[in-house]
């Protein structure tokens, strides 16, 4: 069964850092096609891409938030994290974490439930 | 950027067809992929490469693609359909994978 989740502080402070992990079972990052991404939604807006890793240690991120985002990988502990500096009260917004399993090129298959981080002084 | 425009709203009356649209430009020569999305939950993938469904999802979600326009359409339409609808590809030129802007259901 493969299941994803999400875990970081549900509150920061502007111009803080913020570092989630993604927690996953069921599946391993080593193989051939498998990746996981981040994807974020602010309160009733929709979906939006931030960053994938790949079962190669391939790194793609979104060009509205590249310079603050850094994604890794921890395959021994089946772990993705996602850090994002300079943190803005318009970075409020539940951030997901998703699994495409197929090669990049293709659809988030599971989902974590999501994060809920909220920017505030 | 690759930019999917889909209408805000659909509304539609129960054991009706739902057809939600995810319009760009060449979208045919792209896979495209539906979520649904009810409140307070993860997105859950509805149909994938076009209309391809997961295990799972029932046959009354059925998806297409040609030209500039996608579309989901949800045959026999249930309350429990009522939900956001997002429709999803992987551009190759930028290597980012964009989301509509998602499709408020209404089941009247």
């Known amino acids: 069964q493969v299941t994803l989740r999400e875990s970081g502080p549900a509150l920061v402070k502007p111009t803080q850092t913020l570092t989630l992990t993604c927690t996953f079972s069921?599946?391993?990052?080593?193989?051939?096609?498998?990746?996981v991404s981040w994807i974020r939604q602010p309160p009733g807006k929709a979906l939006e891409w931030l960053a994938l890793?790949?079962?190669?240690?391939?790194?793609y991120y979104s060009t509205s938030v590249k310079t603050r985002l850094t994604i890794s990988k921890d395959t021994s502990k089946s772990q993705v994290v996602l850090t994002m500096t300079n943190m803005d009260p318009v970075d409020t917004a539940t951030y997901f974490c998703?699994?495409?399993?197929?090669?990049?090129?293709?659809?988030?298959?599971?989902w974590g439930q999501g994060t809920l981080v909220t920017v505030s002084s | 950027s690759y930019v999917l425009t889909q209408p805000p709203s659909v509304s539609v009356a129960p054991g009706q067809t739902a057809r939600i649209t995810c319009g760009a430009k060449d979208i045919g020569t792209k896979s495209v992929h539906w979520y649904q999305q009810k409140p307070g939950q993860a997105p859950v993938l509805v149909v994938y490469d076009d209309r391809a469904r997961p295990s799972g999802i029932p046959d009354r979600f059925s998806g297409s693609n040609s030209g500039n326009m996608a579309t989901l359409t949800i045959s026999r339409v249930e309350v429990g359909d009522e939900a956001d609808y997002y429709c999803q590809v992987w551009d190759s030129r930028s290597d980012h994978w964009v989301f509509g802007g998602g499709t408020k259901l209404t089941v009247l």
């Open positions: 890793i790949d079962w190669d240690d391939e790194k």
């Open positions: 069921g599946f391993s990052l080593n193989t051939n096609g498998m990746c």
């Open positions: 998703a699994r495409i399993s197929r090669g990049r090129d293709n659809w988030f298959d599971h």
